[in-house]
């Protein structure tokens, strides 16, 4: 790959807009990206009449699995090697090297910057699954970055529908703009809303608290121990303050720690 292949590329699947270079150099990508999308569809024409028909008139939610996918010899088109540049990286970076939330990360974000000229709808279904917390927590800023990437994708009518169980992520959204779906553990039925309180820029914490009705900041494990220390303390011929001191040395720091430990020495001054 260099210049005069860039060039061909460039030639073969550019869309001249008329507008500016960056629009030009988009659809160009884009032109491309659809073309290996219909050599990759071409594949499925070595499926056998019968497994088409099974495929389409079953109802099963499974059908992925109906159709194995052929040897690479057997395939119309593949992809042999993909490799990626990164600027300040010398080595070659392996798309296969990648993890599951590099994978992910790339296939939404490159999505969104293919088709940023385009008047689009969105549909993310829990993009921040795989990633880290660092990366959840600016996922929205990266969205953001690659949907407005220059002047000419201001003024594009897009919309975005994403799902998520990451209060980052609804951390960056305006309360107008956040539904949240309750499901009654009786009837099955579902409802939705929005937020009571704004959700931009709102603690973690409360966004677990107040949406996915989750009032611990631990998990259930460590929360347990931490009520076996209290219920000990509770007991007769214990002491307290030994106790206290046992759990502060086994926990790590946490509101839940702070206020068991506050309960615990105030029990044993009232007895």
């Known amino acids: 790959m260099n210049d005069a292949t860039k060039e061909a590329f460039q030639v073969h699947f550019g869309d001249a807009s008329g ?33 088409k028909a099974e495929l389409y008139q079953s109802g099963s939610l499974y059908v992925n699995e109906t159709i194995s996918t052929p040897a690479s010899h057997e395939r119309i088109t593949r992809f042999k090697e993909g490799e990626l540049m990164k600027g300040g990286v010398m080595e070659r970076l392996y798309v296969k090297a990648l993890s599951d939330g590099e994978h992910q990360l790339l296939h939404t974000i490159g999505l969104c910057l293919l088709y940023r000229h385009e008047s689009a709808l969105f549909l993310l279904d829990e993009p921040e699954t795989h ?119 086994t926990l790590g720091d946490s509101i839940e720690k702070t206020l068991a430990i506050s309960r615990i020495l105030s029990g044993s001054k009232e007895s």
């Open 131 to 249: 990633l880290n917390p660092d990366w959840r927590a600016s996922y929205i800023s990266t969205l953001r970055a690659a949907l407005e990437a220059d002047e000419g994708t201001r003024n594009v009518m897009r919309e975005v529908l994403l799902t998520s169980h990451s209060p980052f992520i609804i951390s960056d959204c305006r309360k107008e703009n956040v539904l949240v779906f309750t499901k009654d553990p009786l009837t099955r039925e579902v409802t939705w809303g929005t937020p009571d309180f704004e959700t931009f820029g709102a603690s973690a914490t409360l966004i677990t608290n107040e949406i996915f009705d989750r009032a611990e900041t631990i998990g259930d494990f460590a929360n347990d121990e931490l009520k076996k220390f209290e219920s000990l303390a509770g007991q007769a011929g214990q002491n307290p303050l030994a106790i206290a001191k046992q759990l502060d040395r």
């Open 19 to 51: 507008e500016s270079e960056d629009v030009n150099k988009a659809k160009s990508a884009l032109n491309l990206f659809q073309s290996f999308q219909t050599l990759l569809t071409l594949n499925h024409y070595s499926v056998d009449e019968m497994t």
